[in-house]
């Protein structure tokens, strides 16, 4: 089995920071790309920002230079620091991560979310 657990949401207002946390557990060989998607009430989820295993990193045009998406491989850990908040940030944001468990295709995870509220 294969868990990913988020925490760091909240309340925050405008302009703001918070920072996401998301951790990966369970018995698996390695973690691929990972990444953090959002869903605001009434839309769609949408990707955030990505990492691949190497570093490199994909943001969404509506948070690039605002968000910084990281992560410890020794740790099996993403992060995303968020600055400059916006109300219309305002989502559930949700860990992704792409899994090689051995004699398994490679599979994607989610977490649970985590909701971040930014006020006005």
């Known amino acids: 089995q294969v868990q990913l657990v988020e925490s760091g949401g909240g309340l925050v207002q405008a302009g703001g920071s918070l920072r996401l946390s998301c951790a990966a557990s369970g018995r698996f060989f390695s973690i691929n790309d990972m990444a953090w998607y959002r869903q605001a009430p009434g839309k769609e989820r949408e990707l955030a920002a990505s990492i691949t295993r190497g570093g490199s990193t994909n943001y969404a045009d509506s948070v690039k230079g605002r968000f910084t998406i990281s992560r410890d491989n020794a740790k099996n850990m993403v992060y995303l620091q968020m600055n400059s908040l916006k109300p219309e940030d305002t989502a559930v944001y949700y860990c992704?991560?792409?899994?090689?468990?051995?004699?398994?295709?490679?599979?994607?995870?989610w977490g649970k979310g985590t909701l971040v509220t930014v006020s006005s």
């Open positions: 992704n991560a792409n899994i090689f468990r051995i004699g398994f295709r490679n599979m994607d995870y």
